[in-house]
């Protein structure tokens, strides 16, 4: 059992910044990748970023490239998401997730994660 607890998310303006943290209960490296997925209502949860928790590749979806990233402190069992030119559209409940399997072809899926967390709220104005 992972416990993921997520923190930073707050209201912004937009062209801001923000970076968000997820804090492991469990050893990061334990799991195949880490990523982040964000829903806003009435649309489908997303995956914005993934990290490969042994190797330390990324991917990302076309949306976020350029302006987000992804990290990982193993030491802390923390993953980062780094968001800069926050947009409006980017308004969304982002939710950390751990998964013991990963695939790159799958990796921003959200059925291959097992362990989630409760989420924290990221608004942008414009």
């Known amino acids: 059992q992972v416990q993921l607890v997520e923190s930073g998310g707050a209201s912004v303006q937009a062209g801001g910044s923000l970076r968000l943290s997820c804090a492991s209960s469990?050893?990061?490296?334990?799991?195949?990748?880490m990523g982040w997925f964000r829903q806003s209502p009435g649309k489908e949860r997303e995956g914005v970023a993934v990290i490969f928790t042994t190797p330390g590749w990324t991917n990302y979806t076309d949306s976020v490239k350029g302006r987000f990233t992804i990290s990982q402190d193993n030491a802390k069992n923390t993953v980062y998401l780094q968001m800069n030119s926050l947009r409006p559209e980017d308004t969304a409940m982002y939710y950390c997730?751990?998964?013991?399997?990963?695939?790159?072809?799958?990796?921003?899926?959200?059925?291959?994660?097992?362990?989630w967390g409760h989420g924290t709220q990221v608004t942008v104005s414009s």
């Open positions: 469990g050893n990061i490296q334990d799991n195949a990748c």
């Open positions: 997730a751990a998964a013991k399997f990963c695939h790159e072809d799958y990796s921003l899926v959200s059925g291959v994660y097992a362990w």
